[in-house]
């Protein structure tokens, strides 16, 4: 009997072994101290994934997405040719019977091109958003508002989250892309990053996916020059998209709709914006991995209202 409950015991460590590496985003605060704050701040468990904060998701069944319409000049990459390479980024997450025989219950529609290409969440009776990825052209920094962090320059991208901290429902995300460090070519080349491996790494973040412990992940925190195999998800991946969208989850809605509507203009200069608390997360250093750049700093807004 002593026997038998033994091994019970140690099949049900087993079974509640995390077979993954993979974490979704929540609405913890590194900056906060538990001592100071039990409810913001994050409690890491064995994997390095919080479980003190909601988990973010997107409530709807579908979410929209926009590219700025500069593209990259830099990398003579247009915005339809922007859009073709994100376009095939969210498939590889969002195509795939991969979820039990069904899809993620999570269509992305995109949108269009936008003029705006800044940070931006517009909050008030008339506001509209648009979740932008754009890249961050030299002259347009200086009329982003000083008090944002601007994209780190060791980072290649930079998804900034903003949500709703009461739920974790996402509200906007927008995608900063550093044009120095991309390749706009099939293949990574002069030591720069495949552009399509990126952009689907961040669309894992843009799904509420944290990074993974596992090295062959897309949600791996770290890239290796020229390395293409980042475009496809594995099975680590798929478990992570398949938890925050099942099947069976509960969906609000059907729209597509940023919050408070889609517009590709930015939002007046003042007056409706919402007031945003600002902080960056870095990756713990048992990310750290010789030769390979930092993918992406995840920069989380909590808004006040
Ligand atoms: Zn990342």
């Known amino acids: ?67 700025g319409e500069s593209g990259a000049p830099q990398l003579e990459l247009t915005s339809d040719e922007f859009s073709e390479v994100l376009g095939a980024s969210f498939g590889a997450w969002l195509d ?3 979820c039990s025989g069904a899809p993620p219950s999570l269509v992305a529609e ?39 962090p601007s994209l780190d320059s060791s980072a290649i991208a930079l998804a900034t989250v903003t949500f709703d901290p009461a739920t974790g429902e996402i509200w906007d995300i927008d995608v900063e892309i550093d044009a120095n460090q991309i390749s706009s070519s099939a293949e990574g080349s002069n030591g720069q990053a495949d552009f399509q491996s990126i952009l689907t790494h961040e669309v894992g973040h843009f799904l509420g996916l944290e990074h993974s412990r596992d090295p062959s992940a897309v949600m791996w925190p770290y890239y290796s020059a020229g390395d293409t195999s980042k475009r496809k998800i594995t ?22 709709e940023p919050r408070g509507g889609y517009s590709s203009e930015c939002g007046p200069a003042s007056g409706c914006q919402v007031t945003l608390e600002l902080r960056s997360q870095r990756l713990g250093p048992w990310l750290l991995l010789l030769l390979s750049y930092p993918l992406l700093v995840i920069r989380r807004r909590f808004s006040r209202g």
């Open 1 to 67: 009997m002593t026997c038998r409950l033994w091994l019970v015991a140690l099949a049900l460590l087993f079974c509640s072994t995390k077979a993954s590496a993979m974490c979704r985003t929540t609405t913890c605060d590194p900056a906060v101290s538990c001592g100071a704050d039990p409810e913001r701040c994050c409690q890491f468990d064995a994997d390095g994934c919080d479980q003190n904060g909601k988990k973010i998701v997107w409530p709807s069944s579908c979410v929209s997405y926009s590219v």
């Open 96 to 98: 795939h019977n991969d």
């Open 110 to 148: 995109f949108y269009g091109a936008t003029s705006c290409e800044q940070l931006e969440v517009n909050q008030g009776p008339k506001a509209r958003n648009a979740n932008i990825w754009f890249f961050p052209q030299p002259d347009a920094a200086a009329a982003i508002d000083s008090t944002e």
């Open 235 to 256: 099975e680590d991946d798929t478990l992570g998209v398949c938890t925050i969208y099942p099947e069976d989850r509960d969906i609000p809605t059907d729209s597509c």
